[in-house]
């Protein structure tokens, strides 16, 4: 039988102190668990794109502002509203009076990192203007096409779609998010913490970037390079099976999904320090790349969180 995993020096531990140091960064100035913080590191290392859904407050809009003060790297937040226009965030052709021509003016798209604030508060047209430069890595205006900077990496923040002025992203544009989270209330002694440090100041003032766009192109190549075995990519394919073949799911996880997972467990493994993917990446991976793709019955994500739950405990995890 194939081993799990192999016994060689591990190139994620030459990148083990720089994803500490960005870990390290981002809790200067957000409380969040661990295991989700990770989550985000991950997909971005999977040069993938994260939603974060959770009521007001909670603290999604920081931690997207938090990575990006902790990078070199350039940085545009999109404020989504019901009368914002696709060319609002994609930019437009400009009539040039001087040169008498049309010139395309970037929109805020064109960012390293871009915050898409409250996307669901986008109209579906401005929705779907993002599906292009989330799976493509580029902008097509008049004809033209543009290729955003890399690295690239749009996280994006929605409210409950039971809130008011807000309309549901559609599976397809669900689907380009390679993870999905809700970050959750903080604990008694976590919520203490944040009085504490908003008392005299303002967290993301304080701080300064740590790692450079070469380090984070290293990390992403690295990422790729990690050894998934033969029985855990089995593994994969029995879970997205089982979401396709259950009573309460209408459509389950598709290839595209699958290879999703699998992505994000080769990124959590080097956020890990390891070259090798083991069960528990995937199985730490799957309720935020899973979930968001399923069709349930009832159309409400706690159910499809809940689906997903239940499949882990039901298939066997491989062993060695």
Known sequence: MQKLYVNHTSAGTRHRDNIQRLMHSIRQAVVIDVGRLELIIAAFIAQGHVLLEDVP????TLVAKALARSLHASFKRVQCTPDLLPGDI??????????QRFEFIKGPIFANIVLVDEINRASPRTQSSLLESMAEGQVTSDGFTYALPLPFFLIATQNPIEMAGTFPLPEAQLDRFLVALSLGYP???DEVTI????????????LEPVLELDDIAALQESARAVTVARVLKEYIVQLASETRTHNDVIVGLSPRGGVALQRCAQALALVRGR????PDDIKQAAPAVVAHRLLTRDRRPESAREIVASILRRVAVPVE
Request: charged content about 35%; aromatic content about 10%; hydrophobic content about 25%.
């Open 275 to 278: 070259q090798f993917v083991t």
């Open 57 to 60: 407050g909670i603290g999604k």
């Open 187 to 189: 604990e008694y002694d």
């Open 195 to 206: 009085l504490e440090r908003e008392e005299h100041d303002d967290p993301l003032a304080q």
């Open 90 to 99: 994609t930019g437009s052709a400009i009539y040039n009076q001087r040169e």
